[in-house]
């Protein structure tokens, strides 16, 4: 069992920037890949970006150049660094890690095990 809480979720006025984070705890020793998937009012819920154990990340068109996502293994943490932020990027966010062993694609969302509660980000024009 693996626990996921979010931070860092709050306004920001368009062009800001904001810096998510989430923590993992209870069976910890198998964060194969952690990520970040967004809903959007009356949307659906999207992939965000990826990374793996070893550093390797994937991200969605949408906030490629803009996101950065970067994890440590050694405090079970992984971050959503957000810049240039504007209203379409307003969602809630959510923490997802795998700790399924073999090749998925990290943009599906049953790829994960495990899901946060997520954090409101707003983004005001």
């Known amino acids: 069992q693996v626990q996921l809480v979010e931070s860092g979720g709050g306004p920001v006025q368009a062009g800001g920037s904001l810096r998510l984070s989430c923590a993992a705890s209870?069976?910890?020793?198998?964060?194969?890949?952690m990520g970040w998937f967004r809903q959007a009012p009356g949307k659906e819920r999207d992939f965000v970006a990826a990374?793996?154990?070893?550093?390797?990340?994937v991200y969605a068109d949408s906030v490629k150049g803009r996101f950065t996502i970067s994890r440590d293994n050694a405090k079970n943490t992984v971050s959503l660094q957000m810049k240039s932020l504007q209203p379409e990027d307003t969602a809630v966010y959510y923490c997802?890690?795998?700790?399924?062993?073999?090749?998925?694609?990290?943009?599906?969302?049953?790829?994960?095990?495990?899901w946060g509660q997520g954090t409101q980000v707003t983004v005001s024009s």
């Open positions: 990374i793996t154990w070893s550093g390797s990340t």
């Open positions: 209870g069976r910890t020793s198998s964060l194969n890949t």
């Open positions: 997802v890690v795998r700790v399924r062993l073999g090749a998925v694609s990290p943009r599906f969302s049953d790829a994960y095990d495990y």
